[in-house]
């Protein structure tokens, strides 16, 4: 008997509107387990090289994971993947929420969908039952509008729905996936991929329990956990300040991305912290699918001039410098307005605070004039011009709209005059809001992400500072019992971010949410085993679970080796390998690229692959069961 997983893989053809379902047996599931992991065994397999991002032959995968929908606390995400069409690399993106769990409890643990339908389409899928629906007459409307009119169609309140906005429907190449107008499947554009198959929305409505080993040993463990929430510093912080709590020290030491990048110093920062935000805007929080610590914010204006939904959640950290300190801007209302603007057109708020903060500096420096702009004075810390630039983004307005929707990267190339010079990209997706320079580990990552900088795959440097840091204190049963200093980049830094890439790699595959379990929150590696075992019954061990993270980041590889990557893609942008100006820190920081490049090439080796080309060795391959790879890389 199975447990944890329904054995049922939905596979969707919208070019025929044909569905049927696939039955793997349950060693596909050991192997795989859910998420990324079995997203890129599919994408291996069905997918040719090269295939056009934004065409019928792109898959779009929407897969929790084994373990996804249980009553446990912090597990409720789950991954969509695709070619990415802002990268053109293995495109990834995993959302909490409620969706996830209840795709589980509608009998399914993954959807496959391929093809593109002629027009306008959503899915209704109820307890294991499939409907191909009209959607021509939600084409065009925002994300709070067409939850309204699905949910009065299918007349019940309990449906839990993923959706695209505007901006997914005209392809911007950074659109996302929302469920439950605030929970999204961001960066990489995906959102634009759902966009090309003309679908609009899943609808899933979910009433069979899933089933559990033992359930009475996952009530022990939720309990335990539950109870800690509000004593435990990082899980009391994040609820009571969210992920906003960051802003505080960023500012103050100078490392607050500002102005496109050029300093860390914003002197209006103390209008963007968590206590400044939870004195005027914050009206409560909110939490995911069986999560006792609540850490998303509930923003609410209403003023004569600026109104913003509560409907919509509010801004978190990266949002807020984004669309705040990276455009000159220090006004937190506007801020929130930014946000819920995004929200409604599913626009990926790191980018577009991204692209529009390059667009200011090119305007500053003369690549851009108001001709361009379409008269909006393009200036930092004009929080209207703003605005203004998300709708031009999401509506793909023709001119500078259409063109920042393509993303930074190709943005630069085609205004060209040194244009390049102002992007901050890894594999042509814009970098978060995190300074590699105070925090080498997390430039080990953007570098190193299959899809692109990101910031959460794996755990910051500062959780490994010292003795008494939590990471330290909490996961000897990896072997790590160092202390190592943030902006270390020697070989015991480059063995951590190894161990820990892999280890919050297994989180995103299990739909695991990073700020449950050490090192960022109140849950334990022991707990979590234990919760995994029992709603599986597998008598599972991290060493199992290491190794399924460190198979799913070889396949990625792979993938991105077959659409032409190399380890020439393995890189910081040039700011990084430059000191601070202004503020604390003007004049230090630079990284420098020799013992980067150094760093990255021990990484190489360190996972099994080629020193010099970062492509896995064939011993790997057959090491984690991955031969059927072996001529890819050949």
């Not at 440097?461 to 160092?482: A, Q, R, T």
Request: charged share 25%; net charge positive.
């Amino acid at each position: 008997m199975s447990y944890g997983y329904t054995r049922n893989i939905l596979h969707i053809n919208l070019s025929t509107k044909k569905h049927w379902t696939e039955h793997p047996p349950e060693t596909f599931y050991r192997i795989y387990w859910g998420g990324r992991a079995l997203a890129l065994y599919y994408m291996l397999k069905e997918m040719k090289p090269k295939t056009d991002p934004l065409s019928p032959d792109n898959l779009l995968i929407f897969a929790p994971s084994v373990i996804t929908g249980t009553p446990a606390p912090a597990i409720p995400r789950y991954t969509v993947c695709a070619k990415s069409p802002l990268t053109g690399a293995e495109g990834e993106s995993e959302a909490g929420g409620y969706w996830g769990p209840e795709l589980k409890k509608a009998g399914f643990d993954a959807i496959i969908i391929k093809g593109s339908s002629y027009y306008p389409v959503y899915l209704w899928i109820k307890d294991g039952k499939i409907e191909i629906k009209d959607a021509t007459h939600l084409w065009g409307k925002d994300t709070g509008t067409t939850q309204r009119i699905i949910k009065e169609e299918l007349a019940d309140d309990k449906i839990r729905i993923v959706q695209i906005g505007p901006a997914g429907e005209n392809l911007v190449r950074f659109a996302n996936i929302v469920n439950e107008l605030k929970h999204f499947n961001g960066r990489n554009g995906l959102g634009a991929v759902m966009g090309s198959k003309k679908l609009k929305a899943i609808a899933v409505r979910g009433t069979k329990p899933l089933k559990i080993y033992d359930p009475e040993k996952i009530r022990e463990v939720t309990k335990e956990i539950t109870k800690r929430v509000m004593d435990n510093p990082l899980s009391r912080d994040l609820r009571e300040l969210g992920t906003p709590a960051v802003v505080r020290g960023f500012y103050e030491a100078g490392c607050l991305p500002s102005y496109n990048w050029t300093t860390g110093y914003f002197k209006e920062g103390k209008n963007l912290t968590a206590e400044t935000y939870n004195r005027t805007i914050l009206k409560g929080t909110k939490g995911c699918y069986a999560c006792p610590i609540r850490c998303k914010r509930v923003v609410e204006i209403n003023e004569p001039d600026l109104k913003v939904d509560p409907s919509y959640g509010g801004p978190e950290y990266e949002t807020i410098v984004s669309l705040g300190s990276l455009c000159g801007i220090s006004d937190l209302k506007y801020i929130a307005k930014a946000n819920e603007l995004c929200n409604k057109y599913t626009m990926d708020t790191i980018s577009t605070g991204m692209v529009i903060a390059f667009a200011m500096q090119c305007y500053k420096e003369g690549l851009l004039t108001k001709k361009d702009t379409g008269g909006i004075e393009l200036t930092f810390g004009n929080k209207e011009a703003m605005l203004k630039m998300i709708e031009k983004i999401a509506h793909r307005e023709f001119g500078l709209g259409a063109l920042l929707a393509q993303g930074s990267y190709i943005a630069a190339q085609r205004i060209g005059k040194g244009a390049t010079n102002f992007i901050h990209q890894v594999k042509g997706q814009e970098i978060p809001m995190h300074d590699p320079r105070v925090k080498t580990g997390v430039g080990l990552q953007y570098a190193l992400a299959d899809y692109g900088a990101d910031h959460m795959k794996a755990a910051h440097d500062p959780f490994f500072k010292d003795k008494d840091s939590v990471g330290i204190k909490e996961m000897k049963g990896l072997g790590i019992l160092e202390p190592i200093s943030p902006t270390d980049i020697g070989e015991k830094k480059v063995a951590l971010f190894k161990l820990l890439d892999i280890y919050w790699t297994v989180f995103d595959i299990l739909g695991v949410c990073d700020f449950g379990y050490a090192p960022r929150s109140v849950g334990t590696m022991e707990e979590l085993l234990e919760i995994i075992r029992s709603v599986t019954g597998w008598r599972t061990t991290w060493f199992e679970l290491m190794k399924l993270g460190e198979r799913s980041i070889n396949m990625a590889r792979i993938f991105n080796y077959r659409e032409g990557f190399s380890s020439k893609d393995d890189t910081l942008p040039e700011v990084f390998f430059r000191n601070f100006k202004g503020g604390p820190l003007d004049g230090k920081g630079a990284i420098s690229k020799k013992d980067f490049q150094k760093a990255i090439r021990l990484r190489y080796e360190l996972m099994g692959w080629d020193a010099d080309t970062g492509i896995p060795t064939t011993s790997k391959l057959i090491e984690l069961g991955l031969d059927w790879l072996i001529n890819e890389v050949k």
